[in-house]
C-alpha cells in the first residue's frame, strides 16, 4: 500500500502528480483518509483508475471537499439524485464564465471565453435556441442518409486480418466529418477541425506542445481568423442549415464577431461538444463489448438491441467527466452547507455509478430497461443540444457495423487522455478477423 502522501502536487508534468490517488494501488482508495482523495486528478482517468475513489465517497462522503486540491478548493458532488439538483438549481448554481464557467480549471481571467454553456439565462436561452434547430427531427433525419453513407464507406476501407487503431480510423473519421458537415466546412481540409479541438481541450499539463494558454491562444486566434471570414461570407448569403450561417443569422447572435472572445467560446463550444464527445463513445463501445463478451454475443444474435444499446453506451462511457458550477449564495446540499463563491463539481461518471439509481452500474448492459436513465447529457436548461444527434450517428455506425463484420477484437489496452473533463481514448489497436 502507499504510505499517504499529500495528494496536492504542483508538478508541471505528467507523471509527477499522482499522489495518493496513484492506479497501482486501488486498495489505497478505501482506507486514505478522506481530505486525500483528489478526484480531480486526470491521472484518474488516464490510468483508468477512478472507480474505487469515486465508489469511496458515494459511500462515505457523497458532497465532498477537497481543500487546496490540484484545481483549487471545491465541492465533489457524486450522487445521481444531488447532480440531477445541482444540474436543475441554475439560479443557485452558476455557469458564468465570469465566475468561473463549467469546468474545474480555473482559467485566468484574460483567456476566459463566454458561450453559452458558461452563460445564465436570459442569454444562454437567446443563444442556444439560435443553433438549436441544427438537431431539429427534419435536419436529423436529412442527416441520417449522410451518415449512413460516410459511415458504411469508412468501414468498407478498414483492412483484415490485421491491427489498426480504431479510433484514428473510425472514431475520429466519422465525427469529424459530421463536424464539417455541420459546419459546412471544406470537406478536404476537415482534419483541421479535428486539430482545433484538440488544442481547445488538452490539457496542458498532458505532455503536448500546447503547454501553456498563449500557446493554445495562439492557435485558437488561427481558427478565429477562418471562422471570421466564412461567417461573412454567410451573412451575404441567404440562411442555410448550417451552423455558422445559423449564428451569422440569428437574432441573438448576428454581432458575434464584435466580441470575438464570445465568437471563440461559441466555436469552440459547438466545435468540442459533437466531437470528442461523440468519438469517444464511439471507441468506448467497442471497448466495452470486447470487456463484456457475453453482451456481444447477445448483440449479435440480436442487432435490434443496437437501439438500447446505444443510450447504455454513452452511459457507461460518460464522456463528459464532469461540469463545474459556482454557488450564487449559501446553500444546503445533502447535509453540507456550501457557501456563496464555492466551486461546485458535479461528477457525473461517478452519478452514472451510482448503485442507488442504476441497477449493477459497473456492468455493460445492452439491454437495460431503461438505458436512458443517465447522467452523460446533463439535465436542465443545459441538457446536450446534440444529444440526438450523438445517438443517431452510434446507431447508424453499430448497424453498419453488424451487417459487416462478425467482431472487431481488441488487441491491446487503449490508451487515454489526462484530462478530467474529456473522458478520452486516444488511441486503441483492434483487428478485424480476415
Ligand atoms: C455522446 C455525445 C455527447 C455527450 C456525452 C454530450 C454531453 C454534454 C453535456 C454533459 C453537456 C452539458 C450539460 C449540462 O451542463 O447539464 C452538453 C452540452 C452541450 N452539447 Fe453535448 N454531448 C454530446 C454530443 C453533442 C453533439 C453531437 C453536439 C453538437 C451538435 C453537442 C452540443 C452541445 C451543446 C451546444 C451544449 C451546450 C448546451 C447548453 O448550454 O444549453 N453535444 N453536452
Redesign the pocket.
Known sequence: MNAPVTVVMTADAPGDDRGNNRGDDQGDAWSVPLDRIDVSNPHLYQDDTWQPYFARLRRDDPVHYTKDGMYGSFWSVTKYKDIMQV?TSQTVFS?DAMLGG?VIRDVPMDFRRPS??AMDPPK?DEQ?KV?AP??APMNLQKLAGTIRERAARILDDLPRGETFDWVDRVSIELTTQMLAT?FDFPFEQRRTLTHWSNVATVNTRAGTEIDSEPKRDAVLQQMLTYFTKLWHERAQQPPRPDLISMLAHGEATRDLPSRPHEFLGNLI??LV??ND??RN?ISGGVLALNRFPDEYRKLRQNPALVTSMVPEI?RYVT??IH?RRTAVEDVDLAGKRIRKGDKVVMW?ISGNRDEDAIERPDDFIIDRARPRQHL????????????R??EL?LTILWEEILQRFPTIELMGEPTRSYSNVIHGITSMPVRIPA
Do not use: E, K
Open positions: 444540474d455557469s463549467i453559452f454553456i444562454h442556444r443553433v441544427i438537431v455541420l463550444l459547438l461538444g459533437g464527445t461523440t463513445s454513452i464522456p463528459v461540469m457525473y452523460s447529457f446533463g439535465f436542465g436548461i443545459h441538457r446536450c443540444v446534440g444529444n444527434l450523438a450517428q
